[in-house]
């Protein structure tokens, strides 16, 4: 079982058909979100079995993402529920389909997190990120089960998915942030992440703040770029990128997550969720893992919102 932790939300993203300008608003239409819950949404539907760590309002934005996850076939035994309202994001869509949020969080449930008992036997992975590491109390909670996790030879997975407005502190969150990687395995993130968490400009820049992150402990870094791909990097030197899929983008809520998911789940179908596996991964491993991810983000970013792909969805 593949467990992912972090925040449940809910997005309000503008409607394609509502009118603005000339003083008007789009309506706003709400969609299930949140970077863990979309992962974990993902991996359900691409077949793996999943369960989600979380704290989920007893409100009814939070038993319809209850329904989310039953639906897609994801575990919920691992949910705690508080009385608290639902975490809301808005989006601001642009022409090119990329999306902006601003965040309402304060006395949100999922920020009242707390650690949970040990994880069951059956897990053999753990995913975390976005909001979730950033927002106090819950962030040291979910901290704690990253390094507990890990201790214990869980394959951890980080996807640290920033979002500026949320982070009082950057030079802490950074800090934060390179304390994590010794408990991490799998270390994906998007170039725009990386150039932020490097406090640095361009390709070569991303390159080196790689490798130095890899240096204090991850297996391998997956970094996205977009509709150019995604290349990883592992600790003796190697380097493999996969062009990105070629789509007619609607938005790209979810891709990120969605990439996530795939991730683990073809790394699962290679055998390789450990340290020691994903050492011995070739060229062509990667080269298969890496496209599996590319096509499952393109098919998300095909539809509005956050909509991962079944697994029928991908076969060639």
């Given at each position: ?53 979380s ?28 009385s ?43 995913s ?16 704690a ?64 703040a ?9 297996a ?8 150019d791909?995604l ?47 994903v ?35 991908l076969?060639?």
């Open positions: 079982m593949i467990v992912v932790a972090g925040e449940a939300l809910i997005d309000l993203v503008p409607s394609p058909q509502s009118p603005s300008g000339n003083g008007q608003l789009p309506a706003l239409l709400p969609r299930r979100g949140g970077g863990p819950y979309n992962t974990a949404v993902a991996l359900g539907r691409l077949g793996s079995p999943t369960a989600f760590c704290r989920v309002s007893t409100d009814t934005f939070g038993e319809t993402l209850l329904d989310g996850l039953r639906a897609g076939g994801v575990d919920i035994s691992l949910v705690q529920r508080g608290e309202p639902t975490t809301l994001a808005v989006a601001d869509v642009s022409a090119d389909g990329s999306a902006g949020y601003g965040f309402y969080v304060e006395g949100t449930a999922d920020r009242l997190f707390s650690l949970p008992a040990a994880l069951p036997d059956a897990v053999r992975a753990l975390l990120g976005t909001c979730s590491l950033v927002l106090e109390p819950g962030a040291t909670a979910y901290e089960l990253l390094r507990r996790e890990a201790r214990r030879g869980v394959f951890t997975a980080l996807d640290p998915n920033i979002r500026p407005g949320l982070i009082p502190n950057p030079d802490a969150y950074r800090a934060r942030f390179r304390a994590w990687l010794p408990h991490v395995a799998l270390l994906k993130l998007s170039e725009e992440d990386a150039l932020w968490l490097a406090e640095a400009e361009g390709p070569d820049a991303v390159a080196a790689a490798r130095e992150w890899l240096g204090a402990g991850p391998a870094i997956v970094l996205t770029h977009g509709g791909g290349t990883v990097l592992t600790p003796g030197g190697g380097t493999l990128a996969v062009p990105g899929e070629r789509v007619a983008v609607v938005d790209t809520i979810g891709a990120g997550d969605t990439v996530n998911a795939a991730l683990l789940h073809r790394l699962d179908a290679h055998d390789a969720l450990s340290r020691a596996a050492a011995s991964l070739g060229a062509d491993d990667w080269r298969d893992i890496l496209g599996f991810a590319a096509r499952a983000a393109a098919v998300t970013c095909s539809r509005a919102g956050a909509e991962p792909p079944f697994t029928s969805e076969l060639e």
